[in-house]
């Protein structure tokens, strides 16, 4: 079985970490920090929750203002560097959550700490609440960043202020009104940092869900002028294109499906086990007297709680297929329980997708082992 992705937090962990902050701290209470950690709740604390009860923790353990606390952790910075500790490093998160609990009356401070620390661990989820609360002068902060020098830093810019990042807040005012978000996205879509194109797209993506329209705009605008910025319109339409949006279908060049049909459309495993897979298979014939660029899905539909049923769109693929063609192809689609989904049996179906429109759709039953 494998590790809970929460026992990052471990006693090596905490060795190292305890180590480092008496090295900048030499006042730090190790024994007394650690006492704090595992209490008796502990066990039962998932990831997030560990992650603010250490916030809690360190701060009990320090005894400056909060300015020199902060000065405190960035000293500390580079000694995990020195102490092997990498900037990739889920575990601090903890540092920018510090300053988004105890920073919030100290906006200067509060600022000046996110821009540092997120060299080492990202910020994003930790300057949304001062989004919320300072909306204009924070988008105003964002555009600064997307100047700065540090592709982190650049990185932020973009990655804070997405309307509905996973595992966040949501940003209730941009996701209404994204317009303040779209300067800086245009600042970074060509940025010579990947992982800064790759949050420019996401935050669009995010975009997409509640203002289409903007998304297409931009999309059909910023296509064509670079491999890179193409890469970056084509991942910020990717909820669109799973919508099947004609417009957007049309922008990438999938066409009219009228000489393309499916046939033999079959369900191998009528009846599937949690923890088992659902197997089906079909033919796709393209009739043209010419290749066809296809874009190739399937939806599955979910049975929720209540009985009513929810669709998620998988791709199969995406290439030209040959002019009078027939393809036979077999897929599987795991049911094995994950912490994202929760599975509730009885009803399901699967359905075929080609170009944005659904063609077929078939039963199946999810049952208990």
């Known amino acids: 079985m494998a590790e809970l992705f929460k026992n990052i937090y471990n006693p090596t962990f905490f060795s190292r970490f ?4 008496e090295k900048v701290f030499p006042k730090f209470d190790t024994n007394s920090f650690l006492k704090e950690i595992y209490d008796y709740e502990w066990d039962n604390k998932e990831l997030k929750q560990r992650m603010r009860h250490i916030t809690h923790a360190l701060k009990n353990h320090l005894t400056g203002s909060f300015n020199t606390n902060v000065e405190l952790l960035l000293e500390l910075i580079p000694v995990l560097k020195q102490n092997d500790f990498r900037s990739d490093n889920l575990e601090f998160i903890f540092l920018p959550d510090f300053v988004e609990i105890y ?6 401070t509060s600022i000046y700490a996110f821009e540092e620390i997120t060299k ?3 910020c994003e989820f930790a300057v949304r609440p001062f989004i919320i609360n300072h909306q204009k002068k924070m988008m105003q902060q964002m555009m600064d960043w997307s100047h ?3 592709p982190m830093v650049r990185r932020l810019a973009s990655e804070g202020c997405r309307p509905r990042l996973p595992w966040a807040m949501a940003l209730p005012d941009l996701k209404k009104d994204p317009t303040p978000i779209l300067p800086i996205l245009e600042k970074l879509k060509a940025d010579a940092s990947e992982s800064v194109r790759r949050s420019v797209a996401n935050n669009l993506n995010d975009i997409s869900k509640d203002n289409p ?11 064509g002028k670079s491999k890179e910025l193409d890469w970056v319109v084509k991942h910020a339409c990717r909820t669109l294109l799973k919508q099947g949006i004609p417009e957007v279908m049309r922008l990438f060049g999938f066409g009219k499906v009228d000489n393309i049909s499916i046939e033999k ?6 009846v599937v086990h949690i923890g088992g897979d659902l197997k089906f298979s079909f033919v796709l014939k393209n009739t043209n007297g010419k290749s066809s660029k296809i874009r190739l899905e399937y939806g599955l539909y979910y049975q929720k709680a209540n009985g009513s049923l929810s669709k998620k769109v998988f791709k199969i693929s995406e ?17 094995k329980i994950i912490t994202t989904r929760k599975f509730h049996v009885g009803h399901h179906q699967v359905s075929l997708i080609i170009n944005g429109i659904e063609l077929d759709k ?8």
């Open 213 to 223: 329209d903007i998304v297409i705009q931009l999309a059909k605008k910023w296509k």
């Open 362 to 369: 078939k039963d199946f039953q999810l049952i208990k082992k």
């Open 103 to 108: 920073g919030a009356d100290d906006y200067d």
């Open 319 to 335: 290439k030209e297929y040959a002019s009078d063609s027939s393809t036979e192809i077999l897929r599987r689609q795991p049911f």
């Open 148 to 150: 700065h020098e540090h």
């Open 120 to 122: 080492f661990v990202s």
């Open 18 to 21: 305890t180590e480092c902050m």
């Open 265 to 270: 459309f079959q369900i191998q495993t009528p």
